[in-house]
């Protein structure tokens, strides 16, 4: 199966700053990466979806003010979090579409706000 | 919104078969079926996927009924680390069409 990863794995940060989530395809190019958010016990929420090359397309409810992302090649997909603030921690997990149009996860990235 | 039904949460021995039920009455024709499954604080890892025919790879197997309305993931020979959420998707599979997670069932294989 196709490789997707993500970094940093867990991060924490003060309030107020900005922090940055990476997700890579490793072995293959994906033109279109999603976004996922996940609180504690509850499943996973589409926040947006990544396209090379252009503007991406947010869920409703989701700032695209606050939630930067920016596709600028075809395997790296980035997740900016700025001015971040306690409600914003939680598991952020990215996707990417690989062979036979299945779609593979990222290990997920733990942000803390503090 | 999720298309898919499931039970929230199931039990299983360790080294019996564990058998997930999903429906999935409105799904279309070109709708495939989807299977992950997601491991406490890790990212969901595919299992299997299908159309309308049978499926089995090395990790499970994958039942759909004649009327592609339920199906059925069936882990052979359920292990402790099968012990996940596991979650039945309706995608279709062309496009850059992403995936709408449900609740999920909770499989909690029993020592």
């Known amino acids: 199966g196709a490789v997707v990863s993500q970094h940093p794995s867990r991060v924490i940060c003060k309030s107020g700053t900005s922090v940055k989530i990476e997700c890579r395809s490793l072995d293959f190019q994906a033109t279109t990466m999603f976004w996922y958010r996940q609180f504690p016990k509850q499943s996973l929420m589409l926040m947006a979806t990544?396209?090379?090359?252009?503007?991406?397309?947010?869920e409703q409810g989701v700032e695209k003010d606050k939630f930067l992302i920016n596709h600028a090649s075809l395997t790296l997909s980035t997740l900016t979090v700025t001015s971040a603030h306690p409600e914003d921690s939680s598991f952020y997990i990215c996707?990417?579409?690989?062979?036979?149009?299945?779609?593979?996860f990222g290990e997920g990235s733990w942000l803390t706000v503090v | 919104d999720a298309k898919t039904t499931q039970p929230t949460s199931m039990d299983c021995a360790e080294g019996r078969a564990a058998n997930l039920p999903c429906n999935h009455s409105t799904i279309s024709g070109n709708e495939y079926v989807y299977w992950y499954r997601q491991i406490h604080s890790q990212g969901p890892q595919y299992i299997i996927h299908?159309?309308?025919n049978n499926e089995t790879n090395e990790m499970a197997s994958l039942i759909i009924t004649e009327d592609r309305k339920s199906s059925t993931l069936i882990l052979p020979h359920a292990t402790l680390r099968d012990t996940a959420v596991y979650y039945c998707i309706v995608r279709v599979a062309t496009g850059a069409n992403n995936l709408f997670f449900g609740t999920g069932t909770r499989l909690t294989v029993i020592p």
């Open positions: 299908g159309l309308k």
């Open positions: 996707s990417a579409e690989g062979s036979g149009n299945t779609i593979y």
């Open positions: 990544s396209n090379e090359g252009s503007k991406a397309t947010y």
